[in-house]
């Protein structure tokens, strides 16, 4: 599966985005799908994460509340909605891909396909 993410964008502090990310192929029901974010000088973390089936979700702490994780079978496509941004939420996000388990994971070694990355800057 390939995968392009967009969305990305200057906001003020407060603000909201909505990420999305596509996805090629027809079996994207296949998998379970996640968003992880990078600060500069900073390990790759998670963020959000939802199953193959959209019936379950998981989320980073740091974002509960705030982030949204949803996805569109007719489109292709994972979104996240991110609400109440602040400066700490700066970063480039990627969205990752894994064949569908019985475990929603957040390591970044459990995803087997990623996009580009957008880039998300917060205002203070």
């Known amino acids: 599966v390939q995968l392009q993410a967009s969305g990305g964008g200057l906001v003020q502090a407060g603000g909201s985005l909505r990420l999305s990310c596509a996805a090629s192929?027809?079996?994207?029901?296949?998998?379970?799908m996640g968003w992880f974010r990078q600060a500069p000088e900073m390990e790759r973390e998670f963020v959000a994460a939802?199953?193959?089936?959209?019936?379950?979700?998981n989320y980073a702490d740091s974002v509960k509340g705030r982030f949204t994780i949803s996805r569109d079978y007719d489109k292709n496509t994972v979104y996240l909605q991110m609400n109440s941004l602040n400066a700490e939420d700066t970063a480039v996000y990627y969205c990752a891909a894994r064949l569908r388990g019985g475990t929603l994971y957040t390591a970044t070694n459990k995803y087997n396909y990623w996009g580009q990355g957008t880039l998300v800057t917060v205002s203070s």
């Open positions: 192929g027809r079996t994207f029901s296949s998998y379970d």
């Open positions: 939802v199953s193959w089936s959209g019936g379950r979700t």
